[in-house]
């Protein structure tokens, strides 16, 4: 099994960018398509995440992710996103995502959404996904207020969370996300957008059980998926190693993903 721990699935992505995007006249068939795309690749289920829900109504856009994801459920597992300054409207949001709609996690881009993680909001959120027993996944590696440190200091805080570096701190960052995974343990790291020197360092100081296989798709196209395999196989080394990474961790944080 392959899991793919970071894709985007949006109506808006179906009108620029993506798999057989001319093809897909409706976000319904897009959301087909996009899901036909990774499977060919050998992806067997994908945790898709939300844009428009980034800039704001993330009710609306979590809704659409939903519904979007159920074209293709046995493949596509979707994550909502909340934002720490909508206060108490935030954790409610959180909470009926999953317990309603069945959403896995959550996925938070602190740079894009324009706060900090150390924002007074953070706080119930992280809780609330305590209580849910759901994942936190951060975009990571771009600062202001998405350095990997910045990130983890919330896994500091709250050691029963389970967060996600989901770039693994990108080029520039990632020995300090390797540094944050080392110092947490409720820390994995996510291989979207990583080099090969940090996912190799990350296996070094934390070993597989803390990485999993992720691609950014669509955004990076149908050779990023592959290219993102290959420098998890080649990073990996051993088979044993390479499973971990692709499905295992993902598995270990949400078993949901068996069936």
Not at 29 to 43: I, Q
Not at 148 to 162: G, M, S
Not at 202 to 223: E, K, Q, S
């Amino acid at each position: 099994m392959i899991i793919d721990a970071h894709t985007h699935l949006s109506e808006g992505l179906a009108q620029i960018t993506g798999p057989r995007a001319r093809e897909a006249a409706t976000p319904a068939s897009y959301a087909r398509a996009f899901a036909a795309r990774l499977t060919a690749l050998g992806v067997d289920r994908a945790l898709v995440f939300t844009v428009e829900g980034l800039y704001g109504d993330c009710s609306r856009h979590n809704d659409e992710l939903h519904r979007l994801s159920q074209e293709a459920p046995d493949v596509l597992r979707p994550f909502c996103t909340v934002n720490p300054r909508d206060g108490d409207a935030a954790v409610e949001e959180l909470r009926r995502c999953v317990e309603e709609l069945g959403m896995l996690g959550v996925k938070f881009h602190p740079w894009l959404q324009a706060f900090p993680p150390v924002h007074a909001g953070m706080a119930a959120i992280v809780e609330e996904t305590i209580r849910l027993r759901v994942p936190m996944l951060f975009h990571d590696g771009t600062p202001p207020y998405s350095a990997p440190l910045q990130v983890a200091d919330l896994a500091r805080r709250f050691p029963e969370a389970v967060i996600i570096l989901g770039h693994s701190g990108l080029h520039d960052m990632w020995i300090e996300a390797v540094r944050a995974a080392e110092r947490y343990q409720n820390v994995c790291l996510c291989t979207a957008g990583a080099t090969l020197q940090g996912v190799r360092q990350a296996l070094l100081a934390v070993g597989p059980g803390r990485v999993m296989f992720g691609t950014d798709f669509p955004m990076l196209d149908d050779a990023g998926v592959i290219l993102h395999r290959r420098l998890v196989e080649e990073a990996a080394g051993t088979e044993e190693a390479r499973r971990q990474v692709l499905s295992g961790t993902a598995l270990q944080v949400l078993p949901q993903l068996r069936a």
